[in-house]
């Protein structure tokens, strides 16, 4: 009985030598990683490709003239190549999974996509919620730029675009999956946003560029933007719609898409409802508010068909509207729907309910 005790407290102890030395030998304290903020892409005329990195510093190791960020570039002939090279530059461990956005020059986007960001799905060394934007501009200045609102406040790029810090409903907030999952899509293309070098901070948006197999094909501005927020149910907060004789804002909305064919020709009906509320009005031209109403349907209809004219020209169904017909198609014919969008119908109705309207000024 006494030799079976001493067998379990012998494995016992084995257990618990076991337990205390199992662990990742292999990991790295986080005092000696660098978190990666943003990757930023272009293609430089001398090299194929250039690599920036920047870093958030915490307080403690603020670097020179109180910076809370630092920026490094590589080139090289692929991402993981520079990255590689780039690690020779840099004191600790380079961390690329804490990137939380990849900016894309525009030339390179022009030229084509695919070969830069797919590197980040093989390897998942990017996160697939990274925000991916295309950059119009000074690359470098954008990365050796401190941001007006500092680095440690959160990321910057990727607050950009978030509903719940600066993102308003015209910045279209587009992840790495979401780009890499179209790219192979026939019925869905990419609508990437396009941000411009600024002045007083690193950059603003500008709209939306269009994508055609990886290829910059067309641009939508902000407002055309806005509408393809609405009709794809990422509308969110509330937007301002500015008129010439009032200001209306646009605080929910509902959509209703119907999809048939017509023959062979598709028809897309979008049945758009938006509750609104009336912000400002021209005493001056005393304005009621069935023709506030009209004129804001006169020009939502106007930016949609703008913006529809846009996409059917290149084929490029940035709507999903294709996913809706995936059941009546062979598969043979998905690589046909862009073709097939280009002379597709669509029809868009507006009800607008407006709200706030019982604030009158009484005449002299």
């Known amino acids: 009985m006494s030799g079976k ?14 337990l205390i030395l199992s662990g990742c030998w292999d990991s790295k304290d986080i005092d000696n990683r660098l978190m990666v903020g943003a990757i930023g892409l272009e293609q430089p005329k001398d090299t194929s490709l250039r690599l920036w990195l920047r870093f958030p510093l915490p307080k403690a190791t603020l670097g ?11 080139d090289g002939l692929t991402v993981p190549d520079a990255m590689n090279k780039a690690k020779y530059k840099l004191p600790k461990a380079l961390e690329s999974s804490t990137a939380r956005a ?25 996160p697939l919620d990274a925000i991916v934007a295309v950059v119009r501009g000074n690359m470098e200045r954008i990365f050796t730029s401190p941001n007006p609102t500092g680095e440690l ?16 409903p015209r910045k279209n907030k587009t992840m790495l ?18 941000l411009s070098e600024g002045t007083l901070n690193s950059f603003i948006f500008a709209g939306n560029v269009i994508l055609i197999n990886g290829k910059i094909v067309g641009e939508l501005n902000k407002s055309e933007s806005l509408m393809y927020e609405i009709f794809t149910h990422r509308f969110h907060d509330a937007e301002m719609a500015l008129m010439n004789r009032s200001d209306v804002r646009i605080v929910h909305n509902h959509n209703r898409i119907a999809t048939s064919f017509e023959g062979d020709t598709p028809v897309i009906s979008i049945d758009c409802s938006l509750v609104t509320t009336l912000i400002d009005s021209s005493q001056s031209l005393h304005q009621k508010i069935p023709q506030i109403v009209d004129d804001l349907k006169a020009e939502l209809t106007e930016l949609a068909q703008s913006m529809f004219e846009k996409t ?21 014919q998905y690589a046909k729907w862009p073709e097939m969008f280009k002379k597709a119908r669509i029809n868009v109705e507006f009800h607008i309910d407006m709200r706030n309207t019982g604030l009158q000024f009484l005449e002299r």
Not at 64 to 74: H, L, R
Not at 103 to 112: F, I, P, T, V
Not at 177 to 194: C, D, S
């Open 312 to 332: 059917q020209k290149q084929g490029a169904d940035v709507f999903g509207f294709g996913n809706h017909f995936r059941s009546r198609l062979e598969p043979s």
């Open 153 to 168: 406040s959160g990321i910057y790029t990727k607050l950009f675009f978030e509903p719940y810090s600066g993102g308003t």
């Open 102 to 126: 990849i900016l894309l020059d525009e030339k390179m986007a022009k030229s084509g996509i695919n070969p830069y960001l797919e590197f980040a799905v093989r390897e998942r060394s990017v």
């Open 177 to 194: 999956w979401e780009v890499y999952a179209k790219l192979y899509n026939p019925l869905h293309a990419n609508l990437i946003p396009l």
């Open 5 to 18: 005790r001493h067998h379990w407290k012998a494995s016992a102890a084995c257990g618990l030598i076991a």
């Open 64 to 74: 020179e003239a109180g910076k809370d960020f630092f920026t490094v570039s590589q």
